[in-house]
């Protein structure tokens, strides 16, 4: 099971960070995170816009009678 944290402040608060080092084998204390700059996450600004544009279609106009 993987479990998943990011740079939100209940993930980034000491006694959640001391309680995750204590009872998880591998768990990668918030030091270690990569940064969240769009510079050194491609996936930010190249798979979203690509999914985006897949999903965000522009809606078919309704004629009226």
Do not use: I, Y
């Amino acid at each position: 099971m993987w479990f998943t944290q990011d740079g939100a402040p209940a993930h980034t608060f000491k006694k959640v960070q001391e309680f995750c080092k204590g009872n998880m084998a591998s768990f990668w204390p918030a030091d270690f995170w990569p940064s969240s700059s769009p510079d050194v996450n491609p996936l930010d600004f190249a798979v979203w816009g690509f999914l985006e544009g897949k999903t965000n279609k522009p809606h078919t106009p309704v004629s009226r009678p």
